[in-house]
């Protein structure tokens, strides 16, 4: 399990596409010899998502839901209560280990919160599976525990990816970031995309970037403050559709609706919605269903094949990249 690659997803994405936050990247709908040859009436997983409130995460569970039903798997929803509620995560985690589930696939809060949750499911022989948040590989890996894989998308080319467009867009100027929670992996991979961007560019300057707590009125506010100390600023990024829309809110309340573009990530329904209305200027999309069912088979395939937690200790994560995408006012009909 060492292998880093980008993978397009193709049946996991195409049944779900009605639920789907992203279009399928395949265009084929051919099921997997391995997955095909899956007994999913026998396996039992537990699922624990960031909060239900969050689109791209109900999305997710959603489409899992769906599939597990065609697969006839069982498989049981968590959803953390709220995106600060560190501590509480690792509860649920731990509850689902004394649980009889033969695998979990997790999406942590922070790096970290849920290693310890990994650790010790590993010493019950459960498998796990990281969806999409990374889980500390290397805390992991020092508490002996082991992940069996992490589907997710790169989320430093995302960031890189939001920053082009808006430099294609404004052709040079003030820019500002809201971030996500501190301390958050995925948040810290899409800021540093597009900062290594922005400052790689002549003609742009990053004014301010600021932590949104990917909260949608702490976005509002933050964009806010950025509007009124900088009145030259031609653009926000946001590390999700959740903080854009609250940066949209302070746009339009400084009517800077015409001077202004705000690109958010995750391609939500909320957000794409925003868009074909002419507000949220853009957002890059991830395949949230795709990498959420990507991640349960995945689970169903390794306790398959009886892959023992324990017989791979110190071993690495197989990380699996799902590709991103742009989309704005022009191509959003083809993503709704």
């Not at 779900?16 to 026998?42: R, V």
């Not at 699922?47 to 597990?68: C, D, H, Q, R």
């Not at 290693?115 to 498998?127: E, F, R």
């Not at 949104?212 to 999700?240: F, H, R, S, V």
Request: glycine share 8%; aromatic share 6%; net charge negative.
């Amino acid at each position: 399990m060492k292998g880093k690659k980008i993978v397009s997803v193709g049946l996991v994405t195409a049944m779900t596409l009605a639920l789907a936050a992203a279009p399928a990247f395949a265009d084929s709908t051919t099921e997997s010899a391995e997955a095909a040859a899956i007994d999913y009436s026998k396996i039992k997983v537990g699922v624990l998502l960031k909060p239900e409130s969050n689109t791209y995460w109900s999305g997710m569970g959603a489409a899992i839901e769906k599939w597990a039903k065609e697969k006839g798997c069982t498989v049981d929803l968590y959803y953390a209560e709220s995106e600060s509620n560190i501590s509480g995560q690792l509860d649920q985690m731990e509850n689902m280990i004394g649980k009889d589930y033969d695998a979990i696939c997790a999406a942590p809060l922070s790096a970290s919160n849920l290693v310890q949750g990994v650790v010790d499911a590993t010493k019950k022989n459960i498998v796990v599976v990281n969806v999409d948040e990374q889980i500390d590989p290397s805390a992991v890996k020092d508490g002996g525990g082991v992940m069996y894989a992490q589907y997710t998308t790169d989320n430093e080319l995302v960031g890189k990816k939001a920053a082009d467009y808006i430099i294609e867009q404004i052709g040079s100027g003030q820019v500002g970031i809201v971030e996500g929670t501190a301390g958050n992996a995925t948040s810290q991979a899409r800021t540093d995309g597009a900062t290594k961007e922005f400052e790689a560019t002549d003609g742009f300057e990053i004014v301010a970037s600021t932590s949104g707590e990917w909260d949608q009125l702490k976005a509002q506010d933050a964009a806010a403050a950025m509007i009124t100390a900088n009145p030259d600023l031609k653009a926000i990024y946001c590390c999700n559709d959740v903080m854009a829309l609250g940066a949209v809110s302070a746009v339009q309340n400084a009517n800077k609706q015409d001077s202004i573009i705000v690109v958010g990530t995750d391609a939500t329904e909320d957000g794409k919605n925003s868009i074909a209305k002419g507000e949220e200027t853009a957002t890059i999309g991830q395949d949230n269903t795709g990498i959420g069912i990507q991640c349960v088979e995945a689970a169903c395939r390794a306790v398959s094949e009886g892959w023992k937690p324990a017989d791979h200790v110190g071993e690495d994560v197989d990380v699996e990249y799902v590709d991103s995408f742009l989309v704005t006012k022009d191509n959003v009909a083809d993503y709704q």
